[in-house]
């Protein structure tokens, strides 16, 4: 490379960091794993999705893995999952937004952040990943996902993972974490 080239490279690099477009100035990525014990019930009601609801009485289920292994044998319906977690205070700080990917889920679903949609899918061997407005997160408290499941046949529910929470922005031309 030429004394001049290499001059201008250098100019370039630092002008990039200082403007917050090099690799040195990036939010911190963060990511939570959701898999484990979820409460779990079968039927149907709105009311579920909301992140006052009781859900004390439900069944602990292990997410990811079909209802049928979790009590609800030869089950097809509808049944809901709520999960209760907490997002670190200190992620708010650098934290645009946030991708929940809900794993595979057989048939359908609608899920819910703090009683708020923020997608829905079919398929029982798609990959859901929702994008999560960084306003619907509670930080340092209590957040509820919800998540209403419809099983035509067959197996039922959340089968698959990875189920987690992740710091990026779904959008346009912005997607971190990849």
């Given at each position: 490379?030429?004394p001049?080239?290499w001059?201008?490279?250098?100019i370039?690099?630092?002008?990039?960091?200082?403007?917050?477009?090099g690799?040195?100035?990036?939010p911190?990525r963060?990511?939570?794993?959701?898999?484990?014990?979820?409460?779990?019930?079968?039927?149907?009601?709105?009311?579920?999705?909301?992140?006052?609801?009781n859900?004390?009485?439900?069944?602990?289920?292990?997410?990811?893995?079909?209802w049928?292994?979790q009590?609800?044998?030869?089950y097809?319906?509808?049944?809901?999952y709520?999960?209760?977690?907490?997002v670190?205070?200190?992620?708010?700080k650098?934290?645009?937004?946030?991708?929940?990917?809900a794993?595979?889920?057989?048939d359908?679903?609608?899920?819910?952040?703090?009683?708020h949609?923020?997608?829905?899918?079919?398929?029982?061997d798609?990959?859901?990943?929702y994008?999560?407005?960084?306003?619907?997160?509670?930080?340092?408290?209590?957040?509820?996902?919800?998540?209403r499941?419809?099983?035509r046949?067959?197996?039922?529910?959340?089968?698959?993972?990875?189920?987690?929470?992740?710091?990026?922005?779904?959008?346009?031309f912005?997607?971190?974490?990849?």
């Amino acid at each position: 490379m030429e004394p001049k080239t290499w001059g201008v490279s250098v100019i370039v690099a630092l002008l990039m960091n200082i403007l917050g477009l090099g690799a040195g100035l990036e939010p911190p990525r963060y990511e939570m794993s959701l898999e484990g014990q979820w409460k779990l019930s079968a039927g149907d009601n709105y009311e579920w999705k909301s992140p006052e609801f009781n859900d004390e009485s439900w069944k602990n289920a292990q997410v990811p893995a079909a209802w049928e292994s979790q009590g609800l044998t030869d089950y097809n319906g509808y049944g809901w999952y709520r999960y209760t977690f907490v997002v670190p205070k200190e992620w708010e700080k650098t934290a645009r937004g946030f991708i929940l990917d809900a794993g595979q889920i057989d048939d359908e679903d609608i899920t819910f952040v703090n009683g708020h949609d923020v997608g829905s899918s079919s398929g029982w061997d798609v990959s859901r990943s929702y994008g999560v407005p960084k306003s619907l997160i509670k930080f340092g408290e209590k957040n509820v996902i919800a998540i209403r499941v419809y099983d035509r046949t067959g197996g039922g529910g959340i089968h698959k993972g990875p189920v987690k929470l992740r710091s990026g922005v779904v959008g346009r031309f912005d997607v971190e974490g990849y």
